[in-house]
């Protein structure tokens, strides 16, 4: 089992930075998700398990960078640029198997999940 720990969600001021953090008992392919209040989760970015290999959704491209320390098994999701929308409690989440037929922006594709961190954004 993955244990999954994330860390670094607080309170910013739109146009504002943020750093999360997930550290991980085991080195996986990691995606980070949120969820708005309201709304459905929604996939932010992943990156595999070498690190050579990243994708994100179109709303974070350009604002948001996720990459990877493998000797410290920890995943970061740097956030900068943030506006409003991106308020929500974000998760990272861990991938061991592969994704069928590349689905990875689906929640069901990743076998373990941290317990999220706000992030609050105000205008």
């Known amino acids: 089992q993955v244990q999954l720990v994330e860390s670094g969600g607080g309170l910013v001021q739109a146009g504002g930075s943020l750093r999360l953090t997930c550290a991980a008992s085991e080195r996986t392919a990691m995606g980070w998700f949120r969820r708005a209040p309201g709304k459905e989760r929604m996939f932010v970015a992943l990156i595999n398990r070498s690190g050579g290999a990243t994708i994100y959704a179109d709303s974070v491209r350009d604002r948001f960078t996720i990459s990877r320390d493998n000797a410290a098994n920890t995943v970061y999701l740097q956030m900068s640029s943030l506006k409003p929308e991106d308020t929500a409690v974000y998760y990272c989440?861990?991938?061991?198997?592969?994704?069928?037929?590349?689905?990875?922006?689906?929640?069901?594709?990743?076998?373990?999940w941290g317990q999220g961190t706000q992030v609050t954004v105000s205008s």
């Open positions: 989440a861990s991938n061991s198997r592969g994704f069928t037929d590349g689905r990875y922006s689906r929640g069901e594709e990743y076998e373990y």
